[in-house]
């Protein structure tokens, strides 16, 4: 729900950022979830930047990664199990989307056997939960 509801606000708000959380011992950067999200959104449109990396004053790496265009900042910390955020910005104000997973992954159990009961219907290559759950008429 996460991704779709992003996707749908990239296409009216110009500018956003990812950051992507997760323990302290996962070592990928970003996870998954965080630069097919990435991806996703870059395929809608790049976002607008407000000054260009190139000509920041510091590290660069500050920024985070660019995937798909869009930014994109791993935090790994005690704590966190995964978590991913999009946060869009407009002069005044802030449309912040966030997916928790909690204390532990259980709630990416659930999407994983919705994925596995829908696969002996599927052919080829399907992305994306969200895909799974969109009905025929292309609603969730």
């Known amino acids: 729900m996460c991704q779709a509801a992003a ?6 708000l110009p500018q956003w950022e990812v ?8 070592a990928d950067v970003p996870s998954g979830t965080a630069r097919e999200l990435a ?5 809608i449109r790049r976002p607008e930047l407000g000054h260009p990396i190139t000509d920041l004053h510091g590290p660069q790496e500050a920024r985070g990664a660019t995937v798909g265009g869009t930014q994109v900042h791993s935090v790994r910390l ?9 946060v869009f910005g ?9 997916h928790d997973a909690g204390s532990t992954p259980e709630p990416y159990v659930a999407g994983t056997l919705i994925a596995v009961r829908k696969a002996p219907s599927l052919v080829g290559l399907t992305r994306g939960l969200d895909t799974l759950l969109l ?6």
Do not use: C, N
């Open 7 to 12: 996707l749908l606000a990239a296409r009216h």
């Open 19 to 26: 950051l992507d959380y997760a323990s302290a011992t996962k």
């Open 39 to 43: 991806e996703r959104l870059g395929e």
């Open 78 to 86: 005690p704590s966190f199990v995964v978590s991913t955020e999009v």
């Open 90 to 98: 407009l002069p005044d104000e802030r449309l912040t989307i966030r």
């Open 135 to 140: 009905g025929s008429d292309g609603q969730l």
